[in-house]
């Protein structure tokens, strides 16, 4: 068994700790921050993926795209929603092309 | 003007070190901000360690980037008690003790960042804070990777009402 130091530092823990951190917050953050922590999460894991050579080009533009236009949230809520909505259409298309 | 229109939220920072007499004159002008009853009731806990700063981030899902300094910007409830309904006033002697660093940051090159989104309770644990001191606040610190363009703001005839509403 892994000991607790290598375990803070571990990327799968951390993504789990700001999950289960967000969900708290989430309890009384403005609802948008929902969305902002789920894709901010959605990033971290594309990161892990990365690291454990999982990705693909497509995937990795998904996770410029989060990281350009995440804090979107904080100054423009119609153009987050609309970058959400790419960042499903960027998805299907890579479902569609299997 | 200059430093309060040109302050920005920072979420991305470069690698260097804030030389302590920077931090220093920071936190210095936070003390200089103005405070309900002059009750004074912030404390700081200022954190550099690369190690504690990773900890905390576990818990601050409103913390963005590396910063190279964290400042924990808490209430102390002894110096607000009996005097009143004075706790929302002291978050508020926070908050401008808050605007005060991060001008003071800027006019030093030092981007900041304020975060409301961190687990208080978990961030209490990790720095030992006492039973009677409520962390409210965090700023971040760090030389920006760059400075965000401003957002957009509500204009006066918006939200100026002269004489009345």
């Known amino acids: 068994m892994r000991n607790i130091k290598d375990l803070i530092q571990d990327e799968h823990f951390k993504l789990l700790t700001f999950l289960i951190t967000s969900a708290r917050g989430c309890v009384d953050e403005p609802h948008l921050y929902g969305p902002l922590r789920l894709v901010d999460a959605a990033s971290k894991l594309i990161k892990i993926m990365k690291?454990?050579?999982?990705?693909?080009?497509?995937?990795?533009?998904?996770?410029?795209?989060?990281?350009?236009?995440?804090?979107?949230?904080?100054?423009?809520?119609?153009?987050?929603?609309?970058?959400?909505?790419?960042?499903?259409?960027?998805?299907?298309?890579?479902?569609k092309s299997a | 003007m200059e430093a309060i229109k040109g302050r920005r939220s920072v979420r991305e920072f470069r690698d260097g070190r804030i030389p302590d007499d920077h931090l220093m004159t920071v936190l210095e002008a936070a003390i200089w901000a103005p405070s309900g009853s002059n009750a004074q009731p912030w404390?700081?806990?200022?954190?550099?360690?690369?190690?504690?700063?990773?900890?905390?981030?576990?818990?601050?899902?409103?913390?963005?980037?590396?910063?190279?300094?964290?400042?924990?910007l808490c209430v102390n409830k002894e110096r607000v008690k009996g005097r009143g309904p004075k706790e929302l006033v002291a978050v508020m002697d926070i908050a401008m003790a808050a605007q005060n660093m991060m001008l003071a940051a800027y006019s030093l090159g030092i981007g900041s960042c304020p975060i409301a989104s961190?687990?208080?309770?978990?961030?209490?644990?990790?720095?030992?804070?006492?039973?009677?001191?409520?962390?409210?606040?965090?700023?971040?610190?760090?030389?920006?990777?760059?400075?965000?363009?401003?957002?957009?703001?509500?204009p006066l005839e918006e939200v100026v009402h002269h004489e009345k509403y």
Not at chain 2, 47 to 53: A, G, K, N, Y
Not at chain 2, 55 to 63: V, Y
Request: zero cysteines.
């Open chain 1, 51 to 95: 690291q454990e050579g999982k990705t693909v080009d497509e995937l990795d533009r998904i996770l410029a795209m989060i990281e350009e236009k995440k804090h979107l949230v904080m100054y423009d809520e119609k153009e987050f929603i609309k970058f959400l909505d790419e960042l499903v259409a960027e998805l299907v298309k890579i479902v």
């Open chain 2, 43 to 72: 404390e700081f806990v200022v954190v550099r360690s690369r190690d504690t700063i990773e900890k905390i981030k576990l818990f601050s899902p409103g913390l963005f980037g590396d910063p190279d300094a964290l400042v924990v």
């Open chain 2, 118 to 154: 961190f687990n208080k309770t978990a961030v209490k644990e990790l720095l030992n804070i006492p039973e009677h001191v409520d962390p409210i606040l965090m700023v971040s610190l760090g030389y920006p990777e760059k400075w965000p363009e401003p957002p957009r703001r509500r």
